[in-house]
């Protein structure tokens, strides 16, 4: 079992910047696959970031290529969303997970956070 934490969801203005964590605890961190969605109200679960187990390959989705970078430290457990430029519409609950592979599916992914809510102002 994999347990995961997320943290750094809040309110922020239009154009400005956030940093999310997601600590992981429980199974060796290292060979999972981790990845960022995100869920606005009325609406489905989608792809944000993934970053590989190796770290070595990332992905993300169009909606926020330029804007947002996925990191992960293997030291702390921990995987990291930096997000800047911040619009309204990246207003959602934002959720970590882990997997075996890399995959934009949120079904391809075994464990899940309970959710961090960012807020972006106009």
């Known amino acids: 079992q994999v347990q995961l934490v997320e943290s750094g969801g809040r309110l922020q203005q239009t154009g400005g910047s956030l940093r999310l964590s997601c600590a992981a605890s429980?199974?060796?961190?290292?060979?999972?696959?981790m990845a960022w969605f995100r869920q606005a109200p009325g609406q489905g679960r989608v792809f944000i970031a993934f970053i590989s187990g190796s770290g070595g390959a990332t992905r993300y989705a169009d909606s926020v290529k330029g804007r947002f970078t996925i990191s992960r430290d293997y030291a702390k457990n921990t995987v990291y969303l930096q997000m800047n430029s911040l619009k309204p519409e990246d207003t959602a609950v934002y959720y970590c997970a882990a997997g075996l592979f890399s995959s934009v599916t949120g079904a391809d992914y075994n464990y899940w956070g309970q959710g961090t809510q960012v807020t972006v102002s106009s």
């Open positions: 429980g199974r060796t961190f290292s060979p999972y696959a």
